[in-house]
């Protein structure tokens, strides 16, 4: 009997989400309304709906006349023309179909570029299916094109699903991964590939909701904007969080339209996922760092993510193997943008977000990633990152870095080396966090790692949090926040986080005065209020194996690394998503 | 009937020298540039512009027009000689195009697997052959860029930007990784060139920072550069490589030569042999020295009006009186040229002296290649 249920409940239809007819209906008259520039689609709501459609069509006029934006105008291009096919004027399918001969977009040179490039030329292949190769871009035949935009995406697919993402839980980017899916899950002809995509997009959403507290995407991020940075909700995947995980959506983004437009509804087990913040939990996902060229001889740096995700708050990081012969202790998962912890509250208020950095400015870290001359490059970024020369910047990780997390505790360790640019640390404070206490003991001439100065303890709504600056510092209020900046640049921020409903204030502040560091030869142990200690070894932090096997390892999510099996569950619910099979139930 | 076919031979090689004549009266160097972008914010590291790709010169580097895409990543280019400019082959950042119709039309040639290829070298004796270095590592193809086959056995790191076939020796590649200069054995194992510093008069391995530069210059002579202002030589088809540092002095880093093959005659040392001409560029400006004897070389004014000299090329330039033309491409300047004979006269100093359309003129130049083109 017992089995009978089991099977009968495998077989139970999927509950629907929250994206009903009348959530994608008002989505779409927002972003209807919503004043805005020329954008694929905007335009796309437009007519579909059969609004606006006269400005519409001029809109149209100004992204075809001229092209631009590379891999960005192709899947907006492909999901307009696949979203409005009933309703476009043929001469606009005729001018769309010249602008494919002749706009040469380029590929660009990450994973999100690719997947805009392969996914729109397989969607628009599939549109024009028999054309010879004088009328594409690329001088390739359809055909030609198919198969090779097919092949990329059944190699990136596999690559995810077994070893994990290069650009992951990008704020920003995640936006341009989730789009291309939501296009090819409800566009593409092959049905296998149709059907991978739509598993692909539910992987997407996993990753996000497992990370997702209150529209904030937490934990440590490989790439993410100056904004999104100190403003987690800022970013462009809250747009995608809140639609397909909460009821409403006040981020609006011009793609949400293409999602609204689409058939796919968020399988409800996500959105628990997503949700269900009732008892704490740690969330272990595996990530590969973006692939070196020069000065490394690994080409995908191994990665492990820890979150401890609780209702009111989620602390988060990444540690990156390392295997380097020289004095740098640590790795980059991706340069100029990276992110690599946080901690972040579920509270509303802006700035609610924590964290530290060392502002690396590095002609290597660019050598390592991008093929054109180093010092060219450290010339120039200013005008590409703006921000990424400067001493004062919050967003960007360190080949100096290395930090290490144990559910509610994280020590954030450092060794800049006299060569570097910059030698301080920055810590952000939200100024929305209240300073229960300072211990500002710390003499000069205080030197990491035993003769520790005193805490900082911070109240953020319920949680409490307790800082110790491993080196003497000074504070600056910066408006929406306080900087924390080292005299030193070997240095530690330990952090550790509680909830008011756990311990007083007082008594949390009296814990954490008893928590001294031990340092025995190399072997360093951090203890914590909970017995869960830190424990790391400086002799082997350049050369940094990462021993984890699972890909995803919670209460909610888990999949053995390599296997490509990704298995969910939420209370009653469960779910399966099989990528090597194609199946998923 | 002696005498007759004496009169018939001395009449047949009149003829042909005439011929040879004619057709030598009727060529003329073909100049191409490569840029990897135009110069505008958010140009380069991964990003493409209008105005980037391949640019073509038939007047030594006074006029240029843009060929095939443009808005391509280009870092290099090379042609198939006896298709006479016709089958040209574009080393860029999504991977190999090809053109056979001088540059019209073009055709992608490779698929996601490659990508950021700075280099490609097509075997002129065996055009199908192409050979291409990339930043993920180095690949070939012999069925004319239809399959290509990946060749990294014996690097110990994947970066590449530089591969040169040997243009007299058969089977004979060179590829210039970031610290190591490579050669192929066995057809698919790359080995590590033997580099020897004997400046100090002990043998011993010089420390190469990052091989910028590497030219065939005669059969057995290659020459190469590093960006710590290092040159390397080699007398034995590349087997060994020696360093000499004389040279380049306030030219760093070190980012192109160009050398005049032509004119090679002297001999610096007994290791090391030194092309007639050569003009060093980098980072700081450019020089062309005039080598006139075996230890006298000339001691240019560093040209430090023109920064960011990436690409160096030095052409003979037989219609204005044999004069050689310097041509370098930067940074984000362009390109510029001068008459070596004139230098004086025609120093660049701003844009005022800038040569080219447009849109080259704030491009980033990869690299600059020439050939001869019969008309």
Not at chain 2, 209 to 216: A, M, N, P, W
Request: hydrophobic content about 40%.
């Amino acid at each position: 009997m017992k089995r009978l249920v089991i099977f009968f409940l495998l077989f139970l239809p999927i509950a629907s989400g929250a994206q009903t007819s009348a959530l994608k209906q008002q989505v779409l008259k927002q972003i209807i309304q919503k004043p805005s520039g020329p954008n694929f689609a905007v335009v796309s709501a437009k007519l579909r709906a059969g609004k606006d459609v006269e400005n519409a069509y001029k809109q149209l006029d100004t992204l075809l006349v001229r092209p631009y934006g590379d891999m960005f105008w192709m899947y907006g291009c492909a999901g307009l023309y696949l979203s409005t096919q009933d309703v476009l004027r043929p001469e606009y399918k005729a001018r769309i179909r010249e602008c494919w001969k002749h706009f040469t977009p380029y590929r660009g040179d990450t994973e999100n570029h690719f997947l805009m490039y392969y996914g729109s030329l397989m969607l628009m292949s599939e549109v024009w299916p028999d054309l010879g190769e004088q009328e594409w871009f690329t001088g390739q035949t359809s055909k030609e094109i198919h198969n090779q935009a097919a092949d990329y995406l059944d190699h990136w697919i596999d690559e995810v699903a077994r070893y994990g993402q290069i650009e992951f839980d990008s704020p920003r980017y995640q936006y341009y991964f989730i789009t291309p899916l939501v296009l090819l899950a409800e566009f593409a002809h092959d049905a296998r590939m149709k059907k991978r995509c739509q598993m692909m997009l539910e992987y997407f959403l996993v990753d996000h909701a497992l990370e997702y507290l209150n529209g904030n995407y937490c934990g440590a991020h490989s790439r993410v904007s100056d904004q999104a940075a100190i403003d987690p909700r800022s970013g462009e995947a809250t747009a995608y969080g809140e639609y397909f995980f909460s009821d409403q959506v006040t981020h609006l983004e011009p793609d949400l339209a293409f999602a609204a437009l689409s058939s796919f509804v968020c399988p409800e087990i996500i959105r628990t996922i997503a949700n269900d913040r009732s008892k704490p939990f740690t969330n272990i996902k595996m990530k590969r760092g973006r692939t070196t060229i020069r000065d490394s001889k690994i080409r995908n740096a191994t990665i492990v993510k820890h979150d401890y995700m609780t209702q009111d708050y989620c602390l988060g990081s990444m540690e990156i193997s390392s295997e380097l012969s020289d004095s740098v202790i640590g790795a980059l998962a991706q340069p100029i943008q990276q992110q690599t912890w946080s901690l972040v509250f579920a509270g509303e208020k802006k700035h609610n977000i924590l964290f530290s950095l060392h502002p690396n400015f590095d002609a290597r870290e660019l050598a390592e990633f991008f093929p054109e001359e180093p010092s060219f490059m450290l010339e120039r970024i200013g005008a590409v990152k703006a921000g990424y020369p400067n001493e004062n910047k919050w967003v960007g990780g360190s080949p100096y870095e290395r930090v290490f997390q144990n559910e509610n505790e994280l020590l954030a360790y450092y060794d800049i080396p006299e060569s570097a640019k910059y030698r301080h640390v920055d810590l952000y404070i939200p100024k929305a966090a209240t300073i229960l206490s300072r211990d500002q003991t710390s003499a000069e001439n205080d030197i990491f790692i035993l003769s520790a100065p005193g805490w900082i303890v911070l109240k953020y709504d319920s949680t409490l949090v307790g800082v110790r600056i491993m080196s003497p510092y000074d504070l600056t209020d910066e408006g929406d926040n306080y900087r924390i900046r080292t005299k030193t640049g070997n240095t530690a921020c330990w952090i550790i986080c509680v909830n008011q409903s756990e311990m007083t204030a007082d008594d949390f502040a009296k814990k954490l005065l008893h928590l001294e560091p031990v340092k025995r030869g190399s072997k360093v142990t951090f203890p914590s209020i909970t017995g869960k200690s830190i424990h790391f070894d400086l002799a082997q932090l350049s050369n940094y194996k990462i021993t984890e096997t699972h890909l995803f390892a919670s209460r909610f999510a888990s999949a053995k690394l390599g296997s490509g099996i990704l298995w969910l569950r939420a209370g009653k619910l469960h779910r399966a998503l099989d990528f090597i099979h194609a199946k998923s139930w | 009937v002696r005498f007759e076919s004496l009169r018939l031979s001395v009449l047949l090689l009149f003829l042909l020298l005439a011929n040879m004549q004619a057709v030598a009266q009727h060529s003329h160097t073909r100049v191409f540039a490569t840029a990897i972008a135009n110069d505008s914010a958010g140009a380069f590291m991964g990003a493409s512009s209008n105005g980037s790709g391949l640019y073509q010169s038939d007047d030594t580097g006074s006029t240029w027009r843009h060929l095939g895409w443009n808005n391509i990543k280009a870092y290099s280019m090379d042609a198939v000689r006896s298709s006479n400019g016709r089958i040209l082959f574009l080393a860029t950042g999504l991977g190999v195009l090809r053109s056979t119709d001088y540059g019209e039309n073009w055709k992608v040639l490779t698929d996601w697997r490659i990508s950021e290829v700075m280099d490609v070298a097509v075997n002129q004796k065996n055009p199908s052959e192409i050979y291409i270095a990339t930043a993920h590592g180095p690949w070939r193809s012999r069925d004319g860029g239809v399959t290509w086959s990946e060749l990294v056995r014996g690097l110990e790191v994947p970066f590449t930007s530089r591969i040169v076939i040997d243009s007299v020796v058969a089977n004979h590649v060179l590829l210039v990784g970031d610290r190591e200069i490579y050669m192929l054995k066995q057809d698919s194992i790359w080995y590590p060139v033997e580099t020897n510093d004997k400046s100090s008069g002990w043998e011993s391995t010089p420390v190469v920072d990052h091989f910028s530069s590497l030219s065939q210059i005669s059969a057995n002579h290659w020459i190469a550069a590093a960006e710590n202002s290092l040159t390397l030589g080699s007398i034995d088809s590349g087997r060994i490589f020696y360093a000499d540092r004389i040279l380049w002095d306030s030219i760093n880093p070190l980012w192109c030569l160009g050398v005049s093959s032509e004119y090679f005659e002297s001999e610096k040392t007994s290791t090391i042999h030194i092309p007639r001409r050569v003009l060093a560029g980098g980072l700081s400006g450019y020089r062309t020295y005039a080598n006139t004897s075996n230890d006298a070389m000339s001691q240019p004014e560093l040209i430090s009006s023109v920064k960011r000299v990436h690409a160096c090329l030095l052409i003979l330039d037989q219609s204005n009186g044999a004069d050689y033309v310097s041509i370098v491409g930067t940074l984000g300047d362009g390109v510029f040229r001068r008459s070596e004979v004139q230098a004086t006269k025609l120093l660049p100093k701003d844009r005022s002296n800038y040569v080219g359309d447009q849109s080259l003129q704030r491009c980033q130049i990869w690299s600059l290649k020439s050939f001869h083109i019969m008309e």
